[in-house]
């Protein structure tokens, strides 16, 4: 008797495959869209274990009615899509997939960064539109990276491969963390900043906080006007963190200087999305950890979460209290 799971989204059969020997698998069947609420809902009911995306509510009432539920692997590091006091009430653990996308999240988001300063789609468009008729002394010039300040905001384990990589292109480190990160002082030669210092002196700063009450829109109006007015901002970690009318105020004033962002406050955006009219916006679909490898990888991780508990052990990454107030 297998134990039986839930997959709100069609994942490729190759990487599900190995695992229907122990589990009972069944997926969402809609290859281009998201599993509805009331499917959602109604599977939660029948399974022991589901596996969920970041764009699905893991709501109370879900967690109140699904009487054989005891485990959600969300297919991510955040999980804010999760009522996790609920899920502690209910006594369903929640699993997330941390550290296995560290490093790919690193590269996105300083792909992003290098994009933005370097106007990279908007050069890439130029040529392809066939705007480019000769050689111009400042054609599409951009902000150098190298030798700047970053200011990154939330330096855990993805903040620290943010700061590796700014250690090799001899940037500045500062931080600003709910708590001091000595190794990262020490091991990256990142100093600790307040929130304010951090804004006031970075040339770039990159969000990469987890989504709290917290962190809720604390980048506003007052966090873009401390910034530099050729301050680049960054944000690959939740689009609540920003209050996005002020991100499109200050750029719009020239505040800041230009913004590269992967997440919204509302996902998918549409493409009369504000932040879509100004030239010097860098907008990603939620992209960060999304490389072949890394995917695989997380689905993976999600699958042996559900094994390790449906065989009486501790998950590999399990989300508990004392984890989501340290990250
Ligand atoms: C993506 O945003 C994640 O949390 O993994
Ligand atoms: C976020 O939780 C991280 O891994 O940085």
Known sequence: NKPAIYITRQLPESVIAPYRNILDIEMWSKSEQP????????????????????????????????????????????????????????????????????????DLTFALMLATARRIVEAADYVRNDEWKNWAPYLLAG????????????????????????????????????????????????????????????????????????????FNTQAFQKMKDTAIFINASRGKNVDEEALYDALVA????????????????????????????????????????????MIQLCLDNLIELFNGNVAKTPVTEKKRLST
């Open 35 to 106: 599993v509805d609420a009331s499917t959602l809902m109604d599977k939660a009911q029948q399974v022991d274990g589901l596996v969920t995306m970041l764009s699905d509510q893991v709501s109370s009432e879900l967690l109140g009615t699904a009487k054989g539920l005891k485990a959600v692997a969300n297919l991510a590091v955040g999980f804010d899509n999760i009522d996790l006091t609920s899920a502690e009430e209910n006594e369903v653990v929640v699993t997330n997939t941390p550290d296995v996308l560290t490093e790919t999240t690193a």
């Open 143 to 218: 902000t150098d990276v190298h030798h700047k300040t970053i200011g990154i905001v939330g330096m855990g384990r993805i903040g620290e491969a943010v700061a590796q990589r700014a250690k090799g292109f001899n940037m500045n480190i500062l931080y600003h963390n709910r708590s001091r990160n000595t190794e990262a002082e020490q091991a990256l030669q990142a100093n600790y900043a307040t929130f304010e210092e951090l804004l006031i002196e970075s040339d770039y700063v990159v969000c990469l906080a987890p989504y709290t009450e917290e962190t809720h829109e604390m």
């Open 254 to 297: 020239k505040e800041i200087k230009a913004a590269g962002v992967d997440v919204y406050r509302q996902e998918p955006i549409r493409a009369s999305h504000p932040l879509l009219s100004l030239d010097n916006v860098v907008a990603l679909p939620h992209i960060g950890s999304s490389s072949e490898e890394t995917r695989t990888a």
